[in-house]
Nanobody
Framework: QVQLVESGGGLVQPGGSLRLSCAASGSIFSIYDMGWYRQAPGKQREFVAIISSGGSTNYLDSVKGRFTISRDNAKKTVRLQMNSLKVEDTAVYYC????????WGQGTQVTVSS
């Protein structure tokens, strides 16, 4: 059973940066696509970024050019570098693995506020 644990959230001012990490347990990591989603208060969870097993990436339009997803298969970790953060990026951020069981992490809070 794969478990995902996110870290790196926090409070940051507009224009600031944060780096989220998601550590996966289990023996199989490299063959699956990994993704980040977020959920703001009162809103549905939305897709943020995805990285394929081969390293291809795709992003929500509103974060393109500001966020970068990456993966380290040796460390079974996926990261989300978030730059030029905006108030509207405030949300709980979740990582997920696109495997048959589709596990989710517990989430990490990102708050962008002055």
């Amino acid at each position: 059973q794969v478990q995902l644990v996110e870290s790196g959230g926090g409070l940051v001012q507009p224009g600031g940066s944060l780096r989220l990490s998601c550590a996966a347990s289990g023996s199989i990591f490299s063959i699956y696509d990994m993704g980040w989603y977020r959920q703001a208060p009162g809103k549905q969870r939305e897709f943020v970024a995805i990285i394929s097993s081969g390293g291809s990436t795709n992003y929500l339009d509103s974060v393109k050019g500001r966020f970068t997803i990456s993966r380290d298969n040796a460390k079974k970790t996926v990261r989300l570098q978030m730059n030029s953060l905006k108030v509207e990026d405030t949300a709980v951020y979740y990582c997920t693995q696109f495997s048959p069981s589709r596990p989710w992490g517990q989430g990490t809070q990102v708050t962008v506020s002055s």
